[in-house]
């Protein structure tokens, strides 16, 4: 069984940084596609971030782009997401996801499995 345990949220402030981490185990994850996405109260889950595991090409979403770099450990079978100059608007629950297929998706449905979710707040 896919488990995603995610780690490293917390409380800072606008323009600092944080790195979120993503423990993978129960599967074969050198075929996954592994996403970072996030979900402010009242709002939909957003996508952040993606990386084909096989390969390591990564995507972003525009709202990211140039701030958060998303990567991983062969080794460890961890996934890690280094968020810089965090704004009050990246306050968020941040979620792992994984995706047994070899496409990056960014929408949050076609993902089969999902993390518990790790809290981001950034204040101003």
């Known amino acids: 069984q896919v488990q995603l345990v995610e780690s490293g949220g917390g409380l800072v402030q606008a323009g600092d940084s944080l790195r979120l981490s993503c423990a993978a185990s129960g599967g074969t994850f050198i075929s996954y596609v592994m996403g970072w996405f996030r979900q402010a109260p009242g709002k939909e889950r957003e996508f952040v971030a993606a990386?084909?595991?096989?390969?390591?090409?990564?995507y972003y979403s525009d709202s990211v782009k140039g701030r958060f770099t998303i990567s991983r450990d062969n080794a460890k079978n961890t996934v890690y997401l280094q968020m810089n100059s965090l704004k009050p608007e990246d306050t968020a629950v941040y979620y792992c996801a994984a995706d047994r297929s070899s496409n990056i998706y960014t929408r949050a449905p076609l993902y089969d499995y999902w993390g518990q979710g790790t809290q981001v707040t950034v204040s101003s």
């Open positions: 990386i084909i595991w096989r390969g390591g090409r990564t």
